[in-house]
């Protein structure tokens, strides 16, 4: 499945975006959608997953609260919504698809391209 990740952009420190993920050339019914971020010279960390019923949510420590991940299976798509937002939240952020939900980065083999989400102080 392709997945293409987008809703980033500049904001301020308690601003609020909705991040999208696409999903092409397959449905994404039988994926875990995931989010994983990167900030400027750090290891791309995980940061929410959304099990494939939806039943079930995961989310990093830091962003518990304040981040809500979702999905739509008819539309093919997957969203962070993200608010009251920290410039440490500052980073590249990726959707990612596995079958089941895991946290390393290094189980994913494919990475669409990310969306910068940007957040001044």
């Known amino acids: 499945v392709q997945l293409q990740a987008s809703g980033g952009g500049l904001v301020q420190a308690g601003d609020s975006l909705r991040l999208s993920c696409a999903a092409s050339g397959r449905t994404i019914t039988n994926y875990a959608m995931h989010w994983f971020r990167q900030a400027p010279g750090k290891e791309r960390e995980f940061v929410a997953a959304?099990?494939?019923?939806?039943?079930?949510?995961y989310y990093i420590d830091s962003v518990k609260g304040r981040f809500t991940i979702s999905r739509e299976n008819a539309k093919s798509a997957a969203y962070l919504q993200m608010s009251s937002l920290k410039p440490e939240d500052t980073a590249v952020y990726y959707c990612?698809?596995?079958?089941?939900?895991?946290?390393?980065?290094?189980?994913?083999?494919?990475w669409g391209q990310g969306t910068l989400v940007t957040v001044s102080s």
């Open positions: 959304i099990t494939r019923s939806g039943g079930r949510t």
């Open positions: 990612a698809a596995r079958s089941g939900v895991d946290s390393d980065s290094r189980e994913f083999g494919y």
